[in-house]
């Protein structure tokens, strides 16, 4: 990944030299005395556009643009993942995975998902990458320190060489020791993208090229022994890496790269306000392949008897390739109507197949080395305002191959001036279990199955309302009914991680409610979950109640040279059986003999923007010392202590 940063870099060099900025003239450059009236190279004749006009467009179409103020989102942003965290419980160490607090059913789909999902909070997937238009070149760095000899970096790099077509390029990588034995983590992302349009505005063409690798060594979690220095508060197991952990020569790797094209035609074309509908034919192409692998120096007896007792690698392919013809018609008031059909080819699996006696009676069984096939199917999508209703749809249906599902999402919204935006959504999504619960196969002989004879689809069932309103307060409530969950917990035979199918439906309800309330220069950010869990209880856990509140002063200085923003957050969740994880899978199990939470979380942070520039400095969980050791991510795996970073983002526009 390497590479990938120096090719970014020397990109950014060379546009710097070859690009002549698309900017606006200053009209009273050219008269004497103004300033920079006499600059030999004419840049100071311009002046930067308004940073509104560096626009930032999701492949949904949803259009913002680059935002350099500071704000406690912006706070809350400052991350690994460079998303708000409030549901997730991160790792002691940058770049680990994440537990997870609050779960969110917004996203469908008729396929299974890939392995190793504990792996995929920092993969990028389609709707992570944008797309841009801007009239100067814009370049935005991200800084961060990690946990002992390493650092985090995010550089961006986007360009117009005409208002048609904009080109992107940008590597995040990350490597960090961490501060528990074979705790290293090396992560690297690298997006490349591009859109353009032709002069009469019928060809319309996004793509993106991506490749993703994500390598964390693992050493399953603290022994027991080790658990109880870490509780006592003993000074001299302060040094975190002198607590044993289970094994330190195992990591795992999860490596991906993908090609996306979604490009459109415009038959008719609506060419003024007399016009009011248009026609175009549209192609969607995706192609992904992706590997897990699990190796370590020599077999653990952490999980089991294995076939191998030496040196092994446990590798899983995933290679899936999506193609989608589609039709959509546009008027002022039918609005956006699309009618597609896909074909999805999926090759999962391994190199060999598996022919053991699982249960030592003389009983041979055979697992499969392949999941390999053909999926057709049909869907649309529908988008209007009418009456002042916002309301969109979408429906995909399996037609022909060996996975069935569907899937169902319809919403819509209205704003009312008095109150704010209300909101509703129902969805309904039937699709095979993910892969990895389907077939696996590893060195540990535990963990081999093959389920996908005998595993029904999940179902998942979501009804969700909110309001967003600036007067009262931002607040959503979802109620979801999960029948034929897939999960992994512990057998109760052997005490090893497998898969299971719920045969009881899941009930699950979550409210959130968000409010920020302001007294002069001082402020409170507050945000509380409540939520409820029914029917087979024993299978998915989570917190009764989450909350997080941010108290802090925001103010410029140094006459208005500088924004300074500065306070405390303070995360709490109730106790309750929380997830464990599992390095072989990269999965998180359902676990019920050990509650853990119910510590406050207290971070201290100053915040500074100058210009383009927001530099970030924090203080976490300082109450580490005070609270007592008691504060974990996962059974066995201690969240992480008091510490210093800092780091920062800037923009510039060339």
Known sequence: MRAYLFLLLFVMSLATLAQNPILQRNPQSGSRGQTGATSNNNVADFVRPPVEDYKIISIANDTTHVDTTQSIQKEYRFNYLRKDRYRLLPFANTGQTNNTLVYEFDKISTMPLSPAQARHFNYMGVDDINYYHVPTPLTELYFRSAFQQGQQLDAFFTMNTNPRLNFSIAYKGVRSLGTYQNALTSTGNFRSAFSYRTKNDRYHIRAHWVAQDLLNQENGGLQDQALE?????????????????????????????????????NLIQQKDSISDYSLSVGHVFNSENKFYEYRQSA????????FDSGSFRDRTDHEETYNELNVSYRSKTLGQLTFQANTTHYDYGYKSVLIQDANNDGIT?????????????VGGRYQNTLGGFDISGEAQVNIAGDF?????KGEAGYTVATLGRLHGRIQSNSSAPNYNHLLFQSNYINYNWHNAPTYKNVNTNTLSFGLKSEKLLNAEVAINTIDNLAYFAKSPIDSLVTSFQSQAAVNYLSVTAQREFRYGKFALNAAVTYQNVGGATEVFNVPQLLTRNSIYFADRIFKNALFLQTGFNVTYFTKYNMNGYDPVLAEFFVQNDEELGGFPLLDFFI?????QTRIFLKAEHFNSKITGNDFFSAPGYPYRDFNVRFGLVWNFFL
Do not use: M
């Open 299 to 306: 077999a653990s007896s952490f999980f089991g008897d294995a």
């Open 404 to 408: 069935d599902g569907y899937s169902f």
């Open 607 to 611: 915040n500074v923007k100058v210009r």
């Open 229 to 265: 220095q870490f509780r006592s508060g003993d000074d001299q197991f302060d040094d975190r890496s002198r607590l044993l952990v289970q094994f330190q020569d195992a990591e795992n790797i999860l490596d991906g790269t993908r090609v996306y094209v979604n490009h459109y035609y």
């Open 365 to 377: 069984e055979r697992i499969p080395n392949r999941l390999i096939g053909d999926i057709f199917g």
